[in-house]
């Protein structure tokens, strides 16, 4: 199975401040005939359950705020928060989809206002 | 409304079954793949088991192989999850979820959620 690695665990951003979240593979998640990074990051808020947030390792999805981004290809990868807004608080996961149907979650970043 | 709806979580002794629904609407139920992902009290994200829309078949997490079986009723636009055997490890809000891709003939297909249910709570306990 490939393992995705999170870093940090946890982390908190004063407001308006930029946030930044890694994601490692362990092995190449970009599949080479299309140039696409099999790739997925979610939003969860307590209580709830995840929302899509990124896929193909940059494309927001539908709805989403212009200020999440993610970037990387390969085996490491970025989302970015621009401007930290309150209601961004939650567990950010990465989820790889390279090895469909066996896909395997990052183990979460929980994200804090400072 | 595009949704999903989960039941048929509980409490359960170990060793017990329960079987878990989740009905969904909004979407053309038949042209998706759906899964089970689960999470444990406090813990994260881990994928149990998905099925295709196109022909069916079934793939599982090692740690529920042989255990847990899933199904779909296309005509009643539900998804099933048999839960055998049960151990306290299983204890976890079991979520539904809908690939974000439309199955293709032949196609592997590409597995990340752009739809999930509010979840169901699995506990297992003596």
């Known amino acids: 199975d490939i393992v995705m690695t999170q870093s940090p665990d946890s982390l908190a951003v004063s407001l308006g401040e930029r946030a930044t979240i890694n994601c490692k593979s362990s092995?190449?998640?970009?599949?080479?005939?299309?140039?696409?990074?099999?790739l997925a990051w979610y939003q969860q808020k307590p209580g709830q359950p995840p929302k899509l947030l990124i896929y193909?390792?940059?494309t927001r999805e539908s709805g989403v705020p212009d200020r999440f981004s993610g970037s990387g290809s390969g085996t490491d990868f970025t989302l970015t928060i621009s401007s930290l807004q309150a209601e961004d608080v939650a567990v950010y996961y990465c989820?790889?989809?390279?090895?469909?149907?066996?896909?395997?979650f990052g183990q979460g970043t929980r994200l804090e206002i400072k | 409304e595009v949704q999903l709806v989960e039941s048929g979580g509980g409490m359960v002794q170990p060793g017990g079954s329960l079987r878990l629904s989740c009905a969904a609407s909004?979407?053309?139920?038949?042209?998706?793949?759906m899964n089970w992902v689960r999470q444990a009290p406090g813990k994260g994200l881990e994928w149990v088991s998905g099925?295709?829309?196109?022909?069916?078949?079934?793939h599982y997490a090692d740690s529920v192989k042989g255990r847990f079986t899933i199904s779909r009723d296309n005509s009643k636009n539900t998804l099933y999850l048999q839960v055998n055997s049960l151990r306290a490890e299983d204890t976890a809000v079991y979520y539904c979820?809908?690939?974000?891709?439309?199955?293709?003939?032949?196609?592997?297909?590409?597995?990340?959620?752009?739809?999930w249910g509010r979840g169901t709570l699995v506990t297992v306990s003596s």
């Open positions: 979820a809908k690939v974000g891709v439309g199955d293709r003939p032949g196609r592997v297909g590409v597995w990340y959620f752009d739809l």
């Open positions: 909004g979407f053309t139920f038949t042209s998706y793949a």
């Open positions: 099925i295709r829309a196109n022909d069916g078949s079934t």
């Open positions: 092995q190449t998640i970009l599949y080479n005939s299309n140039n696409k990074n099999y």
């Open positions: 193909w390792a940059s």
């Open positions: 989820q790889q989809y390279y090895t469909t149907p066996s896909i395997t």
